[in-house]
């Protein structure tokens, strides 16, 4: 079975990131988006997330939420300190997503989280030290 991916966060972050790496790598079907929209609490989200994980086996899933503390992350991290087995992912962005699909392609485990750091460049800060 492939690896999945969801992707959650506040507001429809997650699935507008599914969207930019489809619109980069093309359509995606092992990605989800679960969105904690301005009407929704805490259940409500959670039942969104478990309908959408339902069947896929914990070992083969994985979860990039936006950030840390909020809402989504701490629903999910509650889910794993009641004994799920998830890979749950704080700060997403769309380099760690992009690194995501393309371990996915040649069988590599991801480093996520070193790519995501390293796609947040000041670019004028880089432009500057070329000058010099």
Do not use: Y
Not at 12 to 25: D, G, T
Not at 35 to 45: I, T, Y
Not at 83 to 110: K, P, Y
């Amino acid at each position: 079975m492939a690896k999945e991916l969801v992707l959650i966060s506040h507001g429809k972050m997650a699935e507008e990131v599914k969207k930019s790496a489809e619109l980069i790598m093309g359509p995606q079907e092992h990605i989800h988006a679960v969105c904690l929209l301005p009407e929704e609490g805490p259940e409500d989200f959670e039942k969104k997330f478990q309908d959408t994980i339902n069947g896929i086996p914990e070992e083969d899933l994985t979860v990039f939420a936006d950030l840390m503390g909020g809402t989504p992350a701490n629903t999910v991290s509650r889910l794993i300190m009641g004994g799920q087995n998830i890979h749950l992912v704080a700060g997403m962005n769309l380099a760690m997503v992009i690194d995501w699909l393309n371990s996915q392609m040649i069988g590599n485990d991801s480093d996520a989280v070193n790519a995501g750091k390293a796609g947040i460049v000041d670019i004028n800060q880089m432009l500057a030290s070329m000058k010099k």
